[in-house]
């Protein structure tokens, strides 16, 4: 299953893979993990159909994940589900606003993320999305990088 990192940090990244190993519980497909640390090439990625499920930085640089989580649940019809990494636990509303699937938060605890994103697989192998229930499908089908 196709899993994408976004952090500008490359350290930050790295904690994320660890922790995700090459699958985070017994039960779900390999991660197929890609690494991106730009907005920019983020939305190539998903442009492109590459992901199944997304692990955003919330702390990211410019573009935080918060934002860019939003951006996609507004704007990719079938969005995949969001796994989002906030800076502390006093951030959980606008983790709410951004729509995202599943939070965990800073410092990452390798435990909490592979359960977090093992629950995301499951329900991206199951034919669930990202999409909150009931939502119409949006105006446009990719994200644009304004």
Same mark, same amino acid.
């Given at each position: 299953?196709?899993?994408?990192?976004? @952090?500008?940090?490359?350290?930050?990244?790295?904690?994320?893979?660890?922790?995700? !190993?090459?699958?985070? &519980?017994?039960?779900?497909?390999?991660?197929? %993990?890609?690494?991106?640390? =730009?907005?920019?090439?983020?939305?190539?990625?998903?442009?492109?159909? !590459?992901?199944?499920?997304?692990?955003?930085?919330?702390?990211?640089?410019?573009?935080?994940?918060? !934002? %860019?989580?939003?951006?996609?649940?507004?704007?990719?019809?079938?969005? *995949?589900?969001?796994?989002?990494?906030?800076?502390? *636990?006093?951030?959980?509303?606008?983790? =709410?606003? @951004?729509?995202?699937?599943? %939070?965990? @938060?800073?410092?990452?605890?390798?435990?909490?993320?592979?359960?977090?994103?093992?629950?995301?697989?499951?329900?991206?192998?199951?034919?669930? =999305?990202?999409?909150? &229930?009931? #939502?119409?499908?949006?105006?446009? #089908? =990719?994200? @644009?990088?304004?």
């Amino acid at each position: 299953m196709k899993v994408v990192v976004y @952090s500008h940090d490359a350290d930050t990244r790295a904690r994320i893979r660890l922790a995700i !190993g090459r699958r985070p &519980a017994p039960d779900v497909p390999e991660a197929e %993990v890609t690494e991106v640390a =730009t907005h920019a090439a983020l939305i190539r990625l998903l442009d492109a159909g !590459g992901a199944d499920v997304m692990v955003l930085d919330g702390e990211a640089q410019p573009a935080g994940g918060m !934002g %860019v989580c939003r951006q996609a649940k507004d704007e990719i019809y079938h969005c *995949p589900p969001v796994l989002l990494i906030i800076g502390r *636990p006093d951030d959980g509303w606008l983790a =709410t606003w @951004s729509l995202a699937d599943a %939070v965990v @938060s800073h410092p990452i605890d390798p435990a909490a993320l592979a359960h977090a994103l093992a629950g995301l697989m499951r329900q991206r192998a199951a034919g669930g =999305t990202g999409e909150p &229930a009931g #939502s119409a499908p949006p105006q446009a #089908s =990719t994200v @644009s990088a304004t």
